[in-house]
């Protein structure tokens, strides 16, 4: 591999964040100049992956290695395998519709609109680094470094509260960040002493560390993973960040910035530390159901749009959590497509509903009624958008939610059984929001909601194709992710067994 694909997707944007930075305060050409950058970096992505990435293998590949801080043994290295690579395109595929859901979004906040942009191009090539990167050094430090851009986002340009929700998800962030640090810092001390520092995946994946260290280094990553996810208990900053952001800035946030988390959990728990992760699965698998559960009962109660899928989100992340440790190839493909699917659908929805909370100045399902009769476009695109949420069949979070009961029920029926109950629980959030807020009498102020323009059709358009397209073809993903899941679950030691099929005495020869 002769051309530096992954580098290049990743300093595109970054290069683009300093020249909007350098522009005139409120240059009117900010939008358009992260919008083209942006479309340069999906076309880069998109054309590094059918030259140089075969589907059918396992392994790192697209790989870039150079040595950067020998005496830590640090290395710039860059790499993916089915799982990055899906969630590289995610990024890429979010941001340029982000971007143009969010034309003039930067115009009020107490900054230039130059900096809005700047810093969601930031953060998307920062997000491509962290889900490319195959050295746990420069992981850590690009993990890091994506608090940058939301934090400045949050509070620069966000709503009432937004100091308030900016600050909380930094310090609980960074608290994570601290045990990750930890961890990183004994990954050191024990490969210098198995023969010389690296932080290479590589060549740690083949050091053999002993239970106590490994069980104890794992939590460290875990418990930073988990509150990145977010995870029920560490999930509180969450609804905070959403209702304060807007609608573009909550889409990078939890469709991207937040599947760190769950990409963490496979590529360092489950790929460094095999026997912690199978350690610590039924206690993960207890909590994951919780966050099922939790996060639907608690959006069942939600009159705030925007908190309400914030906490649909928690039960979301439930479901992938559940499918990583229960470490069956079913489980683990449907977490990776779900991280996937999640992330368009979970677009959708706030996208669609910070237009309509753009037009009545209020997120509150409350203060609406009867919207569909007024703008029949927005309220059918507000009904695709929450029945992907709901996984209904025929739309691309059904096949995953599907696979990852079925590889929970291989390992834990108890477990399935309740995470089925999430499913019947999302049909109730979704659909009494969207009966409360589109169908009914028609209130004085819905009469005359104005319906979805041109340029908010274009933002919705290609989340629901993907969201259709790949309900119905979903292989076309599970053909790149499937491999990579195989690999990562072999070293963990867990194979797919072999089905017994009885043998009757008029069959054997």
């Known amino acids: 591999m002769t051309v530096p694909w992954l580098t290049i997707t990743a300093v595109l944007p970054l290069l683009g964040a300093v020249a909007l930075a350098l522009l005139p305060r409120r240059a009117a050409l900010a939008p ?23 589907p059918d293998a396992s392994g790192f590949q697209l790989e870039e290695q150079h040595e950067w801080i020998p005496s830590l043994g640090a290395w710039y290295s860059l790499g993916v395998d089915g799982i990055g690579l899906t969630l590289v395109l995610l990024t890429l595929v979010l941001t340029p519709v982000v971007i143009l859901a969010s034309w003039h979004d930067g115009d009020t906040g107490r900054w230039s609109s130059n900096a809005f942009f700047a810093w969601m191009l930031a953060l998307e090539g920062l997000a491509v680094g962290v889900f490319a990167a195959t050295d746990v050094f420069l992981f850590y430090v690009l993990f890091e470094a994506t608090l940058i851009p939301i934090y400045f986002l949050i509070g620069g340009f966000g709503g009432v509260r937004r100091s308030y929700a900016a600050v909380k998800f930094l310090l609980v962030s960074l608290f994570g960040g601290l045990l990750m640090l930890a961890s990183v810092v004994g990954l050191y001390t024990v490969s210098n002493g198995a023969g010389g520092p690296t932080y290479l995946l590589e060549d740690l994946a083949r050091i053999d560390i002993d239970q106590t260290t490994g069980r104890l280094l794992f939590l460290g990553f875990f418990i930073a993973f988990a509150v990145k996810a977010p995870m ?84 979301h992340f439930g479901f992938i959590v559940l499918g990583i440790f229960v470490l069956t190839p079913q489980g683990g493909a449907g977490s990776t497509l779900y991280m996937f699917n999640h992330g368009l659908s979970t677009a959708a929805l706030f996208l669609v509903t910070g237009m309509l909370i753009q037009r009545h100045r209020s997120a509150l399902i409350s203060d609406y009624g009867g919207v569909q009769k007024a703008a029949p476009v927005l309220a059918g695109m507000f009904l695709v958008a929450g029945l ?93 992710i499937n491999p990579a899941v195989e690999a990562t679950l072999d070293q963990v030691g867990v194979s797919d067994p072999t089905p017994d099929v009885p043998v009757t005495a008029e069959e054997v020869p």
């Open 388 to 480: 992907s949420s709901l996984s209904l069949p025929g739309l691309s979070p059904f096949v995953s939610e599907i696979l990852v009961l079925v590889g929970t029920f291989r390992e834990s029926v108890v477990a399935a059984v309740f995470a089925v109950l999430g499913m019947v629980l999302a049909a109730l959030y979704i659909l009494i929001m969207y009966q409360r807020t589109m169908n009914g009498p028609a209130r004085a102020s819905a009469a005359t909601t104005p319906d979805l323009g041109l340029r908010e059709r274009l933002v919705l358009s290609p989340l629901l194709v993907l969201i259709v397209l790949l309900g119905f073809f979903p292989q076309l993903l599970l053909d790149v």
């Open 32 to 54: 358009k100049a992260a919008l083209g950058l942006s479309v340069l970096a999906l076309v880069v992505g998109v054309a590094g992956a059918l030259t140089d990435y075969d």
């Open 232 to 315: 029920f208990p560490v999930h509180t900053w969450l609804p905070d960040a959403a209702q304060a952001a807007t609608p573009g800035t909550s889409v990078m946030l939890v469709s991207v910035l937040d599947k760190i988390g769950t990409f963490g959990m496979i590529r360092f728990c489950l790929g460094l530390f095999p026997e912690a992760s199978q350690w610590a699965s039924p206690v993960v698998i207890v909590l994951a159901v919780v966050s099922v559960l939790y996060g639907a009962i608690l959006a069942i109660g939600q009159d705030d749009m925007r908190r309400l899928i914030a906490y649909t989100s928690v039960s």
